[in-house]
């Protein structure tokens, strides 16, 4: 089966990059980037997972990571789904620590933080059951036969301790803490022990759901309330992380720590696609690399091979993304 991508979710890499040019003022920075932590703990959560998932038997099982579908009105997303022969196994992950008190009645999830702050969060059984009709009506309107489902909540943190008191019978089937995640999803793929689908099948179905995906692309200036002259033009130096390098003799020059690099400009034309447009004139590369000749910026982008349309000034150079 395919191998299941580590990359961290687009609008996550863009709001990386947003943070790493951000120049206004130092409390919105800070914003921005406790935003960011949220994000990429979250990621080290769901990585904590896949090094469960991967005492599981890879040539029976199809992993795929960070899923965004539309199921014809809203967009969903699952964090990961385990193709098995005999079942679709829908994984929601919380990284959470501290205490957190279940409410299952109330429908919603409490923590109290270290400052004592108590913090709610939205009932991850109800979001998993959402999910799950919204998965089973995806596959409904593409006519996919029956697919039988399982969900669980996986709360990954080493750290966390949950309050089940006021827990229901329903909370306990469908969520579990990371160590116990081999032993349950071997349950839940025991419960289907009839083959459902093929090999051929399986692949099929691992790639349907990632040709679906949608990634999700923010206007970072709009989502964050920022200005686009926030952002600061430049190279940045791979060794000392300063902006300002500066291009001579066919090499980037670091006025800083004098680090030489011929590829820099790479890096820096990525934050340019995240974070403004995912095509780039000559000029627009000119004004945002700090690189005064025309046809050096036409050499630098011909050798980074990027697919090209129009031509002369108005040659529209795209961008991986």
């Known amino acids: ?151 669980q909540i996986i709360f990954s943190s080493p750290n966390v301790i949950l309050d089940v008191e006021d827990a229901d019978e329903n909370f306990f089937k469908n969520a579990c803490l990371i160590e116990r995640v081999p032993q349950r999803l071997t349950a839940l793929t025991q419960k289907h022990p009839q083959q459902v689908f093929t090999r051929s099948q399986m692949i099929r179905m691992e790639k349907n759901l990632n040709d679906a995906h949608e990634k999700l692309v923010q206007n970072v200036f709009e989502v964050y309330h920022v200005l686009p002259n926030q952002i600061v033009t430049g190279v940045q130096c791979p060794k000392c992380e ?6 001579k003799m066919g090499q980037w020059h670091c006025p800083i720590c004098h680090h030489r690099s011929k590829t820099a400009h790479a890096e820096a034309l990525k934050h340019y696609a995240l974070l403004f447009k995912s095509t780039i004139t000559n000029q627009e590369c000119r004004a945002f690399l700090r690189i005064a000749s025309e046809s050096v910026t036409r050499k630098m982008l011909q050798k980074m091979n990027l697919p090209a349309t129009g031509s002369t000034k108005g040659t529209l150079y795209h961008l991986p993304t």
Not at 242 to 247: A, D, E, L, T, V
């Open 1 to 151: 089966m395919k191998k299941p991508s580590d990359e961290l979710p687009y609008h996550v890499r863009q709001l990386q990059a947003l943070v790493d040019r951000f120049t206004g003022p130092a409390k919105k920075k800070e914003e921005l980037q406790q935003q960011l932590n949220y994000y990429l703990t979250g990621h080290r959560g769901e990585r904590e997972v896949d090094y469960h998932l991967s005492y599981m038997p890879r040539d029976d099982i199809a992993i795929i990571k960070n899923l965004r579908l539309n199921d014809g009105l809203h967009h969903f997303e699952l964090d990961r789904i385990v193709i098995t022969p005999g079942t679709l196994l829908m994984l929601e992950v919380k990284h959470i620590s501290g205490i957190v008190k279940i409410h299952s009645k109330l429908h919603q999830m409490t923590r109290k933080t270290p400052t004592g702050e108590l913090q709610r969060f939205s009932d991850p059984v109800t979001q998993a059951e959402r999910h799950y009709k919204q998965l089973q009506e995806w596959f409904r309107y593409r006519k996919w036969p029956s697919v039988p489902v399982e969900k």
């Open 242 to 247: 300063r902006y300002g390098m500066i291009w």
